[in-house]
């Protein structure tokens, strides 16, 4: 019986793989430990090369390294095009699936004291990359009948306490809109799209800043949650959100 865990001849994209310690990178190596072949895609390509070159140094892969501003529609566009040429040989315009993990989270403090710039950069940085990606990836997914990812968080979900971070839970809201969006319209091209919301993860940034005795979701853990739902376990699973606590 074949592992549907199993990514081998699979494309598998991933955003937001650029620093070391953290969740992209977990993921990252997740997939390629499962045999995926990847397109990694960060802001800065020294960054995004190193972590490629980490996975291709333990002989995993094969691995590409792509350097986009995902906010951008336009070089979102432009970098789904380096990532389709680079793999044509074997994957003939075909994306298994799509995680968007680029994003980053920031304190706004109350409504009455924000900054209308820490405002806007959490929709840059968190929804208008979601979309652009999925925007220019969407072909190639449908091509392949594949899947999308996306980050939320447990800021975004009902219960969840937005206190002090009305941006980032509202950035978050509007991702998941996005992705059961996503889930709908594709449906009948044989595209899923499902999204994880973490609580905090034990990431080297989030370790820094909140110190290490603080309650996370490991990164190992996250990435196993997203193989999973890129994988044909989840076939029937779409426009779902998964709490990860």
Same mark, same amino acid.
């Given at each position: 019986?074949? *592992?549907?865990?199993?990514? =081998?001849?699979?494309?598998?994209? $991933?955003?937001? @793989? ?8 977990? $993921? ?12 990694? $895609? +960060? ?31 336009? +070089? ?10 680079? /793999? ?32 806007? #950069?959490?929709?840059? $940085? *968190? ?33 969840? %306490? =937005? #206190? ?7 950035? #978050? %809201?509007? @991702?998941? =809109? ?8 594709? #449906?009948? /091209? ?15 940034? *989030? ?16 990435? +196993? ?10 076939? *029937? ?9």
């Amino acid at each position: 019986m074949s *592992n549907p865990l199993d990514f =081998s001849g699979r494309l598998i994209v $991933i955003t937001g @793989v650029g620093r070391a310690g953290q969740v992209g990178e977990a $993921i990252a190596h997740g997939f390629a430990q499962r045999g995926a072949s990847l397109a990694l $895609i +960060d802001l800065a390509l020294e960054q995004v090369t190193d972590r490629a070159f980490a996975l291709t140094a333990e002989r995993l892969g094969p691995v590409t390294a792509h350097a986009a501003n995902l906010a951008d529609p336009a +070089d979102a566009e432009r970098v789904a095009a380096d990532v389709l040429a680079a /793999h044509q040989r074997h994957h003939a315009g075909q994306v298994d699936a799509v995680i968007c993990v680029a994003g980053g989270f920031g304190m706004t403090g109350p409504l009455s004291d924000a900054d209308p710039a820490a405002w806007t #950069k959490q929709f840059t $940085i *968190n929804l208008e990359t979601a979309f652009a990606t999925t925007r220019a990836f969407l072909p190639a997914v449908r091509a392949a009948r594949g899947s999308f990812v996306y980050f939320g968080s447990v800021a975004a979900t009902p219960g969840g %306490s =937005s #206190k002090g971070m009305a941006a980032y839970a509202a950035a #978050k %809201s509007g @991702v998941l =809109s996005l992705m059961r969006t996503v889930a709908l319209d594709e #449906k009948a /091209h044989g595209v899923r799209a499902n999204a994880v919301a973490p609580t905090a993860i034990r990431t080297a940034s *989030n370790v820094a800043d909140m110190g290490d005795s603080t309650s996370y979701v490991e990164r190992g853990s996250v990435a +196993d949650v997203v193989a999973f739902l890129a994988s044909p376990m989840a076939r *029937n699973v779409t426009g779902q959100v998964l709490t990860l606590a």
